[in-house]
């Protein structure tokens, strides 16, 4: 996506459900029509992504995971906002892909910022990764295309 030629990018979100192979994900697409919540495996994840199941294709090209400890994990709170992030109409400027996705990682059990004066593409690269001396479990995963 951009906005007056700069990239400014475009991110979805998804979480573990259990401890197995089983997972929530989606995206906000600018608009109601578009906004989508799966579940599925892994494979389903990055499947999805590559092929959203809206009519909005292409802007979805790599992904960052991060390895939180089950003891930490609140999947019901990560989907119940996911599904009032949905119902909402979407902001640009306030409720948009990037504040969806961050308050549905901080329901997960997270502590990300809101996101509300970042590119999403700029706060996606810029998360904490593993080679940065963080802490554990706040160690995030390098860029992988999908």
């Given at each position: ?7 400014v ?7 573990r459900t ?5 997972w929530?994900?989606g995206?906000?697409?600018?608009s ?13 994840v ?34 119940r ?6 119902a ?6 306030i ?6 996705s ?5 329901g ?15 706060y ?22 999908l």
């Amino acid at each position: 996506m951009s906005v007056i030629g700069q990239e400014v990018g475009h991110v979805g979100w998804a979480f573990r459900t259990t401890t197995g192979d089983r997972w929530e994900f989606g995206g906000t697409e600018f608009s109601a029509d578009n906004n989508w919540i799966r579940t599925g495996s892994w494979q389903n994840v990055l499947s999805s992504f590559k092929s959203p199941p809206t009519s909005v294709k292409g802007h979805y090209t790599e992904y960052r995971c991060l390895d939180w400890p089950k003891a930490w994990m609140d999947p019901v709170a990560a989907a119940r906002e996911a599904k009032e992030g949905q119902a909402r109409n979407y902001d640009l400027l306030i409720d948009n892909c990037l504040t969806r996705s961050v308050a549905i990682f901080n329901g997960y059990g997270l502590s990300l910022a809101s996101g509300e004066t970042e590119y999403p593409s700029t706060y996606f690269r810029n998360l904490p990764r593993a080679t940065e001396g963080v802490n554990a479990p706040t160690k995030w995963g390098p860029v992988v295309a999908l």
